[in-house]
Structure formats: structure tokens, C-alpha cells
């Protein structure tokens, strides 16, 4: 298969490879497209990327802080209600709260500017890819300001070393195992849950096996739901995890972090897809997962994923095919799957098609005029009207990749909206036929660029060009 021209190759290169093109990026890519792309993956992962899970720690502190001071608040206005009296003011542990909160949305609006910003908007892209893939929704509040944690402690330093390490690494996060509820999950032959076993109420026995993460981590993480597992897998895996938690306040040093329970786990060896695990505490889980990213399914399933998100809602299989030989023969290398992808002819076809998603549409359109989100008010109500509220994928398999998702028509008059917002503030001071052409090279049609031309704004051709097929496609 033929590469495009080199012109049009730079304009792929910042527009289906990346984020949508800076003033100046598709020209920084013209002399060596595939080279300019190779040097944005580098061993030390995405930016933003943290050594420890210091933050999370601290984050989950806050937040248990928070639970405890609303418990006794509440507790304390129903005395004094009970003795006519005027309950106590309620602001500090809405303060609380609210500050919570706003750590979350100071996390997200860092990533937005982030992705805005940078020059290596590939390596930024390929980050958010493991983000979705390894999802934790910030549906709870606990794992709302745990998120951006996540991703920085988890997931950006490793997204291009091996996949066994990432895959572990977002396994045993805190965030994850709140979000799935495995930080609760107990054998029921351990000691904790002999003895609450022993509980004359049944209410109070707690506990037990909870099979979420093992299964999520089959079906979404690893060999995908056509993997050849069963449900014997399913819950034989679910007992591997079993002491796999989070530090609470009786542990002040490991308060917030990952701690293994050893009188939460369940004894003996365990049969997962047919190898068997001898019983090795924390390592039998681990044991487990470093097979799961070593199967060939895993490999197929990925990768898959991989193609279908940079370039096509139904990927060539030659593209999932190169991709799948680097994983196998580089022991699932992400920095080499990675290489393999824009190194792939079958990944540069000449058409664009990849409906962006909301927040690919709105990040490209401050990268368009190299700007960013001042506040966070600028774009989470932005996104949650397209559906696409900030931290909270729908389910633990994150985001659709998928156009048809995103490009109903209510959405497509909601593009439209927030074009001709943003582009009423932005346009005055632009010249929109450069913008075109800084941001659309090659890829830039013969229509479009009338349309921008003929405009009868500036506000009017920047909207046009914000809502054009080519900026709309990668």
C-alpha cells in the first residue's frame, strides 16, 4: 500500500495521530512525518505522569475526613433539633465537599490544557487511549477525586513500557479497586470470612466475594469477552484478588495506598483458562494477570481496539495484523506497538474516518487557534451537553469509539452551538483562512476553503470551519 503525499502525510500526522493541529505544527511535520511522530514516544510515558501514589493517598484522606465530619454534623443536628434547638451551621462540611469537587475539576482542567498545549499531542492521544481503556468512572465520589490521580500515578508513566506493568499497576491503583469494589471482596474460607461467617445476624456477616476486577479485567482489559473464559474462570480469578484492598485510618501509614490483606484472602491453589496458580498471597493474582497479558487473545484484542480508535470504527486487518506481530514478538511493548502503528501504511489511507469524539472536537478547536480552556466552566458544561461528561464514562468500558455514537443529530446541532460561542469570542482577532490552512494542510478541501473565504464574518467562517468534515473527521 502507497503512503500519501508528504504534505498530506503531516496534515494525518497532527490530525488522525493527534489532537488537531497548533498554528505551525502541520509545517514542524512536513520533512519527516512518521519520524516526527516516532520522536513523541519516549520511555519515561505521557506527561503529567506521577512516581507514586502520593496523591491518591492524600485525595482518599480528604475524603474520609469529609464522610467522618458530615456523619458527626448530622449526627449533631438531630440532637439539637431534638432539643429545640438550632442546628449547627452546616458550611464547614459543605466547604469540605465543595473543595473535593473542586480538586476533581482542577484535575480535568489540567488535563484539557495539557492536551491543548502540547506539542506532542500523539503521545497525549495514546495516553488518553490507555486512559479509557483501563476506565475508572468518577460515578462515586470517592472515585471522582481519585480519578485524575489515576491516570497521572497509573497510567501516563507507563503507557509506553510493557502492558503486564500497566495492567497491574491500574489493577492494584486504589481508585480501581474502589471503583469495582474490590478493596471489599473476601474469601469465604479466609479468616475474615470464616468469622463473619460466625455472625448470629445475617445482616452483619459483610464481606464476601465480589468478582467485578477479575472480571472486567477479562472482559475489558485483557482477552476481551470472546476470550475463551468461562464464569468457573471468572470466579476462580475473583478469589486470586482476594485481599487486594485499600490502607484505611487504622493503618495511617498505608492509608489511601495499596495494601494486601492476607486474612481477607482466599487459601489454596486456583485453575484460571486452564494453568494452574499455586497459592503465593499477593502473587497469585499478579501471576495471573502477567499470562492474561501475555495470550495471544490479548494481543488480538488490544490491538484491535488500537486500530479501530486512531483510524477506523472497523480497522484494516493488515493495520490490527501489524500491530499484533510487534505485540507477540516485543512481549505486548506498548512504545513498539506504538512505532508499529504509524509505521503501518495501512494506518495513513487518505480518508478520514474517525468521527472525533466531543472532547477530541473541543480540545482541536482550542488547539486550531492555539489557544486553551481558561476554566473549567469553559468546557465541562460543553462536554456534558455532547454527552460526554468530564470523568464519568458510562460503564467500566469507558468511552464508545464508535462515530455513531457521537454523531446523531441532536449532537451535530450542539457542535454547531458551541462553534459559533466559541467562535464569536475567538474569531475577531483571527484570520480564519490561515487558521484553515495551519490546521488542515493537505486535508483542507477545495469547498471548505471557499466557504471560509467567502464568509460573511469572521466569526461565521470560523464556525464553518470548526464544523467542516474534514476538521469534524481525522
Known amino acids: 500500500m502507497a503512503l500519501p503525499t508528504r504534505d498530506l502525510m503531516a496534515s494525518i500526522a497532527a490530525t488522525r495521530f493527534g489532537l488537531g493541529a497548533r498554528p505551525g505544527e502541520i509545517d514542524e511535520a512536513r520533512s519527516d512525518p512518521q519520524g516526527w511522530l516516532a520522536r513523541q514516544i519516549v520511555g519515561r510515558g505521557a506527561d503529567g505522569g506521577l512516581a507514586d501514589y502520593e496523591l491518591s493517598a492524600g485525595r482518599i484522606a ?70 479509557n481503556h ?124 495499596f495494601v494486601f490483606r492476607e486474612y481477607a484472602h482466599e487459601p489454596g491453589d486456583r485453575t484460571v483458562m486452564g494453568r494452574r496458580y499455586d497459592d503465593r498471597g499477593v502473587d497469585q493474582a499478579a501471576a495471573v494477570m502477567k499470562d492474561l497479558a501475555a495470550n495471544p487473545k490479548t494481543a488480538r484484542f488490544v490491538c484491535t481496539k488500537i486500530a479501530r480508535h486512531f483510524v477506523a470504527d472497523v480497522p484494516p486487518p493488515e493495520l490490527v495484523a501489524d500491530l499484533e506481530k510487534t505485540w507477540l514478538a516485543t512481549g505486548g511493548h506498548l512504545g513498539e506497538v506504538a512505532r508499529a502503528l504509524i509505521a503501518s501504511p495501512h494506518a495513513w489511507a487518505a480518508e478520514p474516518r474517525k468521527f472525533k469524539t466531543p472532547y477530541e472536537f473541543v480540545i482541536s478547536g482550542y488547539r486550531l487557534i492555539g489557544g486553551q480552556p481558561g476554566a473549567i466552566e469553559q468546557i465541562a458544561p460543553t462536554l456534558n451537553g ?33 462553534a459559533e460561542a466559541f467562535s464569536a469570542v475567538t474569531a475577531p482577532e483571527r484570520d480564519p483562512d490561515a487558521l484553515a490552512r495551519s490546521g488542515l494542510g493537505a486535508r483542507l478541501g477545495e469547498r471548505t476553503g471557499k466557504a471560509v473565504a467567502r464568509a460573511e464574518s469572521r466569526p461565521e467562517a470560523l464556525s464553518l470551519l470548526l464544523m467542516c468534515p474534514e476538521f469534524q473527521r481525522r
Not at 461467617?197 to 476486577?213: A, H, I, M, S
Not at 464519568?392 to 468500558?397: F, I, T
Request: hydrophobic share 40%; aromatic share 10%.
Open 62 to 131: 480528604e475524603f474520609r475526613n469529609f464522610r467522618a465530619d458530615r456523619r458527626d454534623l448530622r449526627q449533631d443536628s438531630a440532637e439539637a433539633m431534638k432539643k429545640g434547638e438550632t442546628p449547627p451551621d452546616r458550611d464547614p462540611v459543605q466547604m469540605a465537599g465543595r473543595m473535593i469537587r473542586e480538586g476533581a475539576a482542577e484535575d480535568f482542567l489540567a488535563r484539557a490544557r495539557t492536551a491543548a498545549n502540547t506539542d506532542a499531542a500523539f503521545r497525549e492521544r495514546w495516553a488518553m487511549f490507555w486512559c
Open 134 to 257: 483501563f476506565t475508572v468512572s468518577g460515578v462515586k465520589l470517592i472515585t471522582a477525586v481519585t480519578v485524575g490521580p489515576f491516570e497521572a500515578e497509573a497510567i501516563r508513566p507507563r503507557v509506553f513500557g510493557r502492558f503486564e506493568d500497566l495492567l497491574i499497576a491500574s489493577s492494584a491503583h486504589p481508585a480501581m479497586l474502589l471503583y469495582l469494589d474490590q478493596a471489599q471482596s473476601t474469601g469465604p474460607n479466609s479468616r475474615i470470612g470464616m468469622a463473619l461467617q460466625k455472625r448470629p445476624n445475617p445482616r452483619n456477616r459483610g464481606g464476601g466475594l465480589n468478582e467485578n476486577l477479575a472480571r472486567e479485567i477479562l472482559e475489558l482489559h485483557t482477552v476481551g469477552v470472546d476470550g475463551g473464559y468461562t464464569q468457573a474462570d471468572v470466579t476462580e480469578f475473583a478469589r486470586c484478588m482476594t485481599g487486594w484492598s485499600v490502607g484505611n485510618q487504622r493503618e495511617p501509614e498505608k492509608f489511601g495506598k
Open 386 to 418: 455532547l454527552g460526554m461528561k468530564a470523568y464519568s464514562p458510562p460503564s467500566p468500558k469507558g468511552w464508545p469509539d464508535e462515530g455513531a455514537y457521537w454523531a446523531t443529530p441532536d449532537a451535530l446541532i450542539k457542535r454547531m452551538a458551541w
